[in-house]
C-alpha cells in the first residue's frame, strides 16, 4: 500500500528521524565503545538535529497530519529510543508485540 493509499484510507503515516544526541552517549553507551572513534564522530555528525543527514529526505510526501518521530537507536520500538509506541498508543494504534509496524501503523484498534 502507498503512502497516498494509507492516508486515503484513514491510516496512519509515520516518519521516523534517526537523531544523535549528547544524551545517547551515556544511555547507549555499550554502542559507542564498541565502535570506532571516527566513526562515532561521522554518526554524531551526520544525525545531529540541524544536519544535512538528520533531513527527511526531500522527495518524500510529507504532509501536516504525517507524524516525525525521532529515534536514538536502531529501531524505534526500542524502550528509550523514541515515543512512537505511546504516540501510537494515544491514537488507538495497536503495537503489540508480533506485529509488524507497518500494518500497526496502519490500522486503528479500538483499546480496551
Given at each position: 500500500m502507498s503512502i497516498v493509499s494509507r492516508r486515503?484510507?484513514?491510516?496512519?503515516?509515520?516518519f521516523i528521524k534517526?537523531?544523535?544526541?549528547q544524551?545517547?552517549?551515556?544511555?547507549?553507551?555499550?554502542y559507542y565503545q564498541i565502535?570506532?572513534?571516527?566513526?562515532n564522530r561521522?554518526?554524531?555528525?551526520a544525525?545531529?538535529?540541524g544536519s544535512k543527514g538528520?533531513?527527511?529526505w526531500a522527495a518524500l510526501d510529507v504532509q501536516p497530519d504525517d507524524l516525525i518521530i525521532e529515534k536514538k537507536r536502531f529501531s524505534?520500538?526500542?524502550q528509550g529510543s523514541s515515543n512512537l509506541a505511546e504516540v501510537l498508543r494515544s491514537r488507538g494504534i495497536d503495537t503489540s508485540p508480533g506485529r509488524s509496524p507497518a500494518c500497526a501503523a496502519n490500522r486503528p484498534r479500538a483499546t480496551p
Open positions: 486515503e484510507t484513514g491510516g496512519t503515516v509515520v534517526t537523531t544523535f544526541t544524551e545517547t552517549l551515556a544511555s547507549w553507551s555499550v565502535s570506532r572513534p571516527e566513526q561521522k554518526r554524531a555528525e544525525l545531529a538535529a538528520h533531513e527527511l524505534a520500538f526500542i
